[in-house]
DNA sequence: TAGGATTTGTGCGTATGTATT
DNA sequence: TAATACATACGCACAAATCCT
């Protein structure tokens, strides 16, 4: 991986080992997410460890907890390998996310602010763009991206923390799939699911928003299951 | 805490670390979740480890864990310290695992085999038992197995995974607030809460299982909130 | 089949931070 | 305020497992 000379600079200045942590988790499941690390890349202790500049011992927790996500798979004597995402287990979590956002919408709703509703915005330029200029990696950190704006919805914590790690587990189907399918029509799709979600949003309709974004999931897996079936066929 | 010689065989003769870390992370969360370590107990990491019959880096990991779910809390220079419980902060988690338990019944609801029922049946009788002789532990011990029995009732592994995170993060407020309510009381909703919902799954009706489930832990929190206004007053 | 290279798992000593005296 | 005790964080060396030649 690139040096990365600040991702260094902020390790060292980082006050606590709790803040170290977090760093080092953000970023690996960050380069995991949009396929720097593709599944099954193995990814070496010690190599992670001289690059962010700490030993074996710090960078192991976040390698451990990651693996507790469904992220990483330690062995022993092999290394520690990004799994790969299969979307048939992915159903029964896809069917979970698809009631967990119609959550956000109805439990401790929260009437957005300025800061959310630019942010909104921010995502809806960026997804018009996009349009402009479809390109999968693009396309994958809009998607991260817009998940942490959406569930600035709700006020309820544990329902956000849930839904981040299961959003985890399935992001990365779309980079696997997207390559047997159109990608400026799935960007085109998306940008109409930030387009709709955003007028909801604007208009204070957050329950609205939970339900088109349910919606979007679940045609979404559809789309998904579609394109697998007839790829192998 | 105790020698116990059968958890450092089982330690030892367990094959792969994997195997080692869970038995470690299911005995301290077990140990955390009756009360053996209460709120605000200091482990030691060296002491575990010595118990365990294992060095300290093996054990980290299942603290670190520990740590992510919310039941531990690592300090530099201080130790590793038990979570406290508070009521307020678990309002919103009650509210989740409130829609999470209606889901069971709802999202890949599963016609419950022989085994399942037996379960079902075992809790049901020690929970008759329970009731003549109320005993805080016991109760804290078979509100943890019904957990486990009750989750069987859906395939959808994912709704498992994070409705056992949710409920580890709340059972102890049981134990934090019994004492300042009517245990025999509780013990005796409990016993009816189990034999409707053991009912409704002898007669194959997982949804109305969920329902019941629901409305219990709607009433449950009621009623501890109730009794932590009364007590503050 | 055997052996060497490589990887994670483990053990332990040291550094660093906290609380107490 | 300073020193001491003690906890976790960290670094490193070795053990154990796996893979490839």
Not at 64 to 73: M, P, R, S, V
Not at 193 to 217: P, S
Request: aromatic letters at 6%; one cysteine or more.
């Amino acid at each position: 991986m690139k040096p990365s000379d600040e991702l260094v600079a902020a390790l060292e200045e980082a006050g606590s080992a709790q803040e170290r942590f977090e760093i080092m988790y953000d970023t690996l499941r960050d380069r995991i997410s949009v396929s720097d690390y593709p599944p099954g890349t193995r990814l070496s202790e010690e190599a992670l460890a001289a690059e962010f500049g700490v030993s074996r011992s710090p960078l192991r927790k976040a390698l451990k907890i990651l693996e507790a996500d469904g992220l990483l798979q330690s062995v022993q004597g092999v290394g520690t390998i990004v799994t790969d995402v299969d979307l048939d287990e992915l159903t029964q979590v896809y069917q979970l996310r698809m009631e967990l956002n119609e959550l956000v919408g109805r439990l401790s709703p929260k009437h957005p602010d300025e800061t959310t509703l630019a942010l909104f915005e921010d995502i809806r330029k960026r997804a018009e763009a996009l349009r402009s200029a479809p390109d999968m990696k693009i396309f994958a950190r809009l998607n991260i991206d817009f998940f942490h704006v959406f569930v600035r919805l709700t006020d309820n914590q544990p329902l956000v923390e849930v839904s981040e790690r299961l959003f985890y587990q399935t992001c990365r189907i779309w980079l696997k799939m997207i390559p047997m399918m159109d990608l400026a029509e799935e960007v085109a799709i998306f940008a109409g699911e930030i387009a709709a979600i955003t007028d909801a949003v604007r208009l204070g309709d957050t329950e609205a928003a939970g339900h088109i974004r349910r919606a979007h999931l679940s045609m979404g897996f559809a789309r998904l299951k579609g394109h697998a079936r007839r790829h192998t066929l």
